[in-house]
């Protein structure tokens, strides 16, 4: 269904319902009811009018656009009767959607995009363990380290020091 077929097909929808109860209110005069029952059995015969509208809007699939937008006019209309409870939201957003950004930006420069080495997937990090007191690692010593170099499981090896 296209947006702007909506109110025609909402007409269409409520001529529709109508012609289904006045057939029907005029079956039961048939049957012999007065005008008045008649008019009350067929709305028992057809149904919650009301009800019937609404799961019909929700099988034409927009039915969640418009609540949502309900929701927006409802908050814009009551932003509009407090301001500054509005500046403040406003605000509270801008700052939490600022915050997001620059955390995203730091981890992403930091931690998600690859080191500016070829193959860096295949760069490891090497630490001895320690465990006296439980698990700990360690920098590798300078033996472990020529070990570590004379090894075919690496393809390079390299070290740094922080002290001396």
């Not at 067929?42 to 929701?71: H, S």
């Not at 006019?73 to 500054?84: C, D, T």
């Not at 950004?101 to 998600?112: G, H, K, N, Q, R």
């Not at 363990?129 to 360690?138: A, L, N, S, V």
């Amino acid at each position: 269904m296209r947006w702007w077929q909506i109110r025609k097909r909402d007409a269409d929808l409520e001529r529709e319902l109508r012609s289904d109860l006045e057939l029907e209110e005029e079956e039961q005069r048939e049957r012999g009811l007065p005008a008045e029952e008649a008019q009350y059995a067929a709305r028992r015969a057809v149904g919650n009018v009301t009800l019937i509208k609404e799961q019909t809007r929700e099988t034409w699939g927009w039915a969640p656009f418009e609540r949502r937008w309900q929701d927006v006019r409802y908050a814009l209309r009551q932003f509009g009767k407090k301001p500054g409870f509005a500046l403040a939201c406003i605000v509270t957003l801008a700052f939490g959607i600022g915050a997001t950004t620059t955390i995203y930006s730091i981890m992403d420069a930091l931690l998600l995009r690859p080191l500016p080495y070829p193959n860096s997937p295949r760069v490891v990090q090497v630490w001895g363990t320690f465990t006296p007191r439980g698990m700990m690692e360690i920098p590798a010593s300078e033996p472990e380290f020529l070990d570590y170099r004379q090894s075919r499981s690496f393809a390079h090896f390299a070290g740094f020091s922080t002290g001396r």
